[in-house]
């Protein structure tokens, strides 16, 4: 008997994963076939679902039809392309690091673009120099983490970081990327030169504020609503060689927060080129980030006084210095520095480390058995003191189940450019506080409960705080978070991802 020809596995595949994409809208079988390219890089398996359905939060899970794991730049123009092309197009979320904690990075129903195989097929970071600046070409799919090595190798930094390193680029630029150097610096987005972005047209297109500027305004802060970012053009700067890292506690709310906005209201670097502020409260032994810090005699006393106070405020800071310096006049520097400073005497500890090792200061840990119930919001400063009263001490201390670090400081408005996406308050300076809460499988909801108290709160008082990294779920919400931004917002998606195919896990167009 003869035997029948065999089908090519490659076309096999395909008809699959075609058939899979094409009907996930519940309709009939649909007419739009996906390029033969992709057939062995598009994965509909048990193992490759489940990466893609949940991420660092741990509580949000969603399941694509399929993850694509690109090799190359045009690998993802052409899964957009195919989308956008299609009768009913299928949403596509790109996944850096997977380490958002509301679902932000996913796609139900969709595909989830796993930039990790990118990071391990291209070499994506090369340091440029032109008339006017020293930048570095990066992939959008990079770490920063290995942008600090790699830029670190020729003595070069980006101006502007994370707390936390085990974060793409693409990430933090749809986002701002904010942390202790943005009071001085702005955000990360606010130190980009230029991007090449794959619009939800399947284009790729080279923007910056002199090229396609509407694009590029959008998508920075952009919550991947209008492109998917495949590289970064970022300022650099000569690196520091070593830090000095300062903190010193304080009992007093007031006090605090005037010291740290003497420093943020002068922007000066040669006072402080990183601000930040840890919030310690009165409920158990003390955290890791103390006792690796203070030297443990001292740890009595600090606990006693929380237990005095319910809350101590510590103000963290650093200063930059290069190996010309001499640490006896940092030492007189940092004396200066605090000698008008009301914090409480005696509890004020600094180290010399170097520039990486300040940098890296946040390990990366993976606990699968854990979530992240986080909040993150921007709090304008005329109501801090309120904010003060009304969260910190009348919701979080007096519930008792803070886990992880509380973040507390302030930012300069005029550090971050107006025309881009991301969303502040509408005041000069305005306040961060990041609540990261660590629980476990089964525990998340009091932590989120809290969340929510914290929200009502604000809202009853007439705080107007502003969610950062947000996980609202109704278009009502969003049109709120965004305010007079809302109506440019609106009409660059249409302009840039008509049908809504971009990043439906942030649920802003495409709903629940």
């Known amino acids: ?297 001292q740890l009595p006393q600090i606990m006693s006084l929380v237990k005095t106070y319910g809350i101590l405020y510590c103000l963290e800071l650093t200063k930059y210095h290069f190996i010309e310096d001499i640490e006896s006049e940092i030492d007189q520097d940092l004396q200066q520095v605090f000698k008008d400073f009301a914090h409480v005497p005696g509890f004020i500890d600094a180290k010399f480390v170097s520039y990486q090792e300040f940098l890296t200061r946040v390990p990366n840990v993976e606990n699968e058995s854990q979530t992240h119930p986080w909040q993150n919001l921007f709090i304008p400063q005329s109501r801090i003191s309120d904010f003060n009263v009304g969260v910190l001490r009348d919701i979080v201390l007096k519930r008792n189940i803070t886990t992880g670090p509380v973040l507390f400081y302030p930012l300069n408005r005029h550090k971050w450019d107006a025309e881009l996406s991301a969303v502040i308050p509408d005041e000069d300076i305005f306040y961060t506080a990041s609540f990261l809460h660590t629980s476990g499988i089964d525990n998340w909801q009091v932590y989120d409960d809290q969340n929510k108290a914290v929200i009502k709160f604000c809202e009853e008082a007439g705080i107007k705080i502003v969610k950062y990294l947000a996980d609202y779920t109704t278009i009502e919400e969003w049109i709120k978070h965004f305010g007079s931004k809302w109506t440019t917002f609106r009409e660059r998606k249409a302009q840039y991802d008509p049908k809504n195919i971009l990043s439906p896990g942030q649920k802003i167009f495409n709903g629940v």
């Open 1 to 297: 008997m003869a035997k029948s020809p065999s089908t090519p596995i490659h076309l096999i595949v395909v008809l699959l994963v075609t058939y899979f994409v094409c009907t996930m809208g519940k309709s009939n079988a649909l007419t739009c076939p996906l390029p033969p390219e992709l057939a062995a890089k598009l994965h509909v398996d048990p193992a490759a679902i489940d990466s893609a359905s949940t991420d660092y939060g741990n509580i949000v899970h969603s399941k694509p039809a399929a993850v694509l794991y690109p090799s190359s730049i045009e690998d993802i123009q052409r899964l957009v392309k195919s989308s956008y092309n299609c009768p009913i197009p299928f949403g596509i979320s790109v996944r850096g690091n997977g380490h958002s904690v509301d679902g932000q990075d996913m796609a139900r129903d969709g595909v989830v673009v796993d930039m990790k195989s990118l990071r391990e097929n291209k070499t994506g970071i090369k340091i440029r120099v032109s008339k006017n600046h020293l930048f570095a070409d990066v992939g959008g799919e990079q770490l920063w983490i290995d942008v600090l090595h790699t830029t670190a190798a020729q003595g070069l930094s980006p101006v502007s970081w994370t707390d936390f390193l085990y974060l793409s680029v693409g990430g933090t630029l749809s986002n701002a990327g904010i942390s202790g150097q943005t009071f001085l610096h702005g955000p990360q987005i606010s130190n980009v030169y230029e991007l090449d972005v794959i619009t939800g047209k399947g284009e790729l297109v080279t923007c910056s504020k002199r090229n396609n500027s509407d694009l590029f305004d959008s998508v920075l802060g952009g919550l991947g609503q209008f492109g998917i970012i495949t590289r970064a053009r970022i300022a650099l700067r000569p690196a520091p060689t070593k830090v000095r890292w300062s903190r010193a506690f304080y009992s007093n709310f007031s006090d605090f927060i005037r010291d740290q906005e003497r420093i943020v209201r002068g922007g000066q670097r040669d006072v402080a080129n990183y601000l930040e502020g840890l919030l310690m409260f009165d409920n158990g032994t003390p955290t890791e980030w103390i006792t690796s810090f203070f030297h443990p005699t």
